[in-house]
């Protein structure tokens, strides 16, 4: 008889990589197809983004956090808006346009790239903000926080 629940703890430690795709394969199989669970223990980030549909985050054998991949982004609120300058701007130049947000939101200019922390979900508002100041860029997206940093800062590792 097969088992309905699957326990895994770091089962991909110590394998080599063919047979780590294989694997992670054979297990998102394992449960498309036959409705199973995985419980899967790991501390690599990679593989619980790659196999997991829902996360548990413990911190000294406490629940800490608990959800979906994107339900923990939208928690985190941690998002930042990235956009790829058509050209490079001196940083008084992008400090004075800032300015005018109101807010004046934090940043990081370094050549063609800015990173502004302003949340996710103003990205519509920025894009039009810098069209309308003469900022030219090709790209605005929302950078998001990696699992790993939601991780950490949910334990209390984090700045």
């Given at each position: 008889?097969?088992p309905?629940?699957?326990?895994?703890?770091?089962?991909?430690?110590?394998?080599?990589?063919?047979?780590?795709?294989?694997?992670?394969?054979?297990?998102?199989?394992?449960?498309?197809?036959?409705?199973?669970?995985?419980?899967?223990?790991?501390?690599?980030?990679?593989?619980?983004?790659?196999?997991?549909?829902?996360?548990?985050?413990?911190?000294?054998?406490?629940?800490?956090?608990?959800?979906?991949?994107?339900?923990?982004?939208?928690?985190a609120?941690k998002?930042?808006?990235?956009?790829?300058?058509?050209?490079?701007?001196?940083?008084?130049?992008?400090?004075?346009?800032?300015?005018?947000?109101?807010?004046?939101?934090?940043?990081?200019?370094?050549?063609?790239?800015?990173?502004?922390?302003?949340?996710?979900?103003?990205?519509?508002?920025?894009?039009?903000?810098?069209?309308?100041?003469?900022?030219?860029?090709?790209?605005?997206?929302?950078?998001?926080?990696?699992?790993?940093?939601?991780?950490?800062?949910?334990?209390?590792?984090?700045?």
């Amino acid at each position: 008889m097969e088992p309905r629940i699957l326990i895994l703890d770091e089962p991909f430690d110590g394998i080599d990589v063919a047979s780590r795709v294989a694997m992670t394969e054979t297990l998102k199989n394992w449960v498309r197809q036959k409705g199973r669970c995985i419980l899967l223990s790991s501390h690599n980030m990679q593989e619980i983004e790659e196999l997991c549909n829902r996360l548990f985050v413990l911190r000294n054998g406490r629940l800490v956090g608990s959800g979906t991949l994107e339900s923990l982004h939208k928690m985190a609120e941690k998002d930042q808006i990235e956009v790829r300058l058509c050209e490079r701007y001196k940083e008084a130049f992008v400090r004075k346009v800032l300015n005018e947000w109101g807010t004046q939101p934090v940043f990081a200019l370094a050549g063609t790239n800015l990173l502004l922390n302003i949340p996710g979900k103003e990205i519509g508002l920025v894009a039009g903000f810098l069209h309308q100041r003469g900022v030219r860029f090709e790209r605005i997206s929302i950078k998001r926080e990696s699992l790993t940093e939601i991780y950490l800062r949910m334990v209390g590792h984090h700045e």
